[in-house]
Structures are given as structure tokens and as C-alpha cells.
């Protein structure tokens, strides 16, 4: 069962940005908290920001002033703007729950950040 759709990702100078989107059902942005998550080869997902429904924000220390989580509820589509991105961003990003029980896993959408 489909649940989330991570859209965005790319290939992209260190230094430069790019905006990641994540579309769920309605009856999800309506209920849950959401986070952003990334898995880089040979390393463990880690959590990279969350947002509760009524938009207070939590994020890593890595990515603190430079990513920015955001959710717009009735286009039920979640969103993590990245600036100043460098290589040790490159991973692979998914969304879910920022806590347990997780939906099912999309995909995710691939960010690679040469140097």
C-alpha cells in the first residue's frame, strides 16, 4: 500500500539548494506529525527534521540554519528546503512518521551534492 511519495532530489554543486517534496493522503497531513528522514550507503537512516500538524519544527544539528521543513496541510504535501547543501548530504531522503508506528516506506528521491 502506497502511503508516501518523495519527490525532488538531484544532483546538485555543493553550495547549491533543492527543494523536496513528500505527498501523502489527506487523512495523513490531517492527523500525524512528519519528519524527513536520509540513509546514506553503508550508514543508518537518521532522522534530518520533523513538524508536528501544527507546525513547530525540530532538526538535526547537521542541517540546523541551513534545511527548512514545512508542510502545507491542505495540499497534503510536505516540503524540506536545503541550502548550502555539501557532499556529506548525499542520501537518499524519505518521509514518514517521526516516530513509531512508521507508514509503509516509499522509495525515497536520491540527493547527490558534488564538490
Known amino acids: 500500500q502506497v502511503q508516501l511519495v518523495e519527490s525532488g532530489g538531484g544532483l546538485v554543486q555543493a553550495g547549491g539548494s533543492l527543494r523536496l517534496s513528500c505527498a501523502a493522503s489527506?487523512?495523513?497531513?490531517?492527523?500525524?506529525?512528519m519528519a524527513w528522514y536520509r540513509q546514506a550507503p553503508g550508514k543508518q537512516r537518521e532522522l534530518v527534521a520533523s513538524i508536528t500538524r501544527g507546525g513547530i519544527t525540530n532538526y538535526v544539528d547537521s542541517v540546523k540554519g541551513r534545511f527548512t521543513i514545512s508542510r502545507d496541510n491542505a495540499k497534503s504535501t510536505m516540503y524540506l528546503q536545503m541550502n548550502s547543501l555539501n557532499p556529506e548530504d548525499t542520501a537518499v531522503y524519505y518521509c514518514?512518521?517521526?516516530?513509531?508506528?512508521?507508514?509503509?516506506w516509499g522509495q525515497g528521491t536520491q540527493v547527490t551534492v558534488s564538490s
Open positions: 514518514n512518521l517521526p516516530t513509531r508506528p512508521y507508514l509503509y
Open positions: 489527506r487523512s495523513i497531513f490531517s492527523i500525524y506529525d
